[in-house]
């Protein structure tokens, strides 16, 4: 059984950055890993994942991949989002998925555990 805890959220103004960091117990890894958000009133939408080995990284656009880098820590156990030049767009809840099930990595289904989310608000 995987549990996914997120960190990291706050609160910052334009230009500024966050570090965003997901801890996964009970994981074995053996499959991708990524990071969506939803702000209110919207759909939850990916932002970026990474392979299991940590090789390969991919982006939502390429706004995110201009800012965000995705990474994952030597035991592959927490996946880390660092955002730079965050803007106002940006604010949302964050959260982490895992148990990639194959397919589309952007669909939120392809995913079997998440966190609980954390809060990012990036004002003007």
């Known amino acids: 059984q995987v549990h996914l805890v997120e960190s990291g959220g706050g609160s910052v103004a334009a230009g500024g950055s966050l570090k965003l960091s997901c801890e996964a117990s009970?994981?074995?890894?053996?499959?991708?890993r990524a990071w969506f958000r939803q702000a209110p009133g919207k759909e939850r939408e990916g932002v970026a994942a990474i392979s299991s080995l940590g090789g390969t990284q991919v982006y939502s656009s390429d706004s995110v991949k201009a800012r965000f880098t995705i990474s994952r820590d030597k035991d592959r156990s927490t996946v880390i989002l660092k955002m730079n030049r965050l803007e106002p767009e940006d604010t949302a809840m964050y959260y982490c998925a895992a148990e990639f099930k194959g397919g589309k990595w952007w669909d939120p289904t392809a995913y079997g555990s998440w966190g609980q989310g954390t809060q990012v608000s990036v004002s003007s």
């Open positions: 009970g994981y074995t890894d053996t499959s991708w």
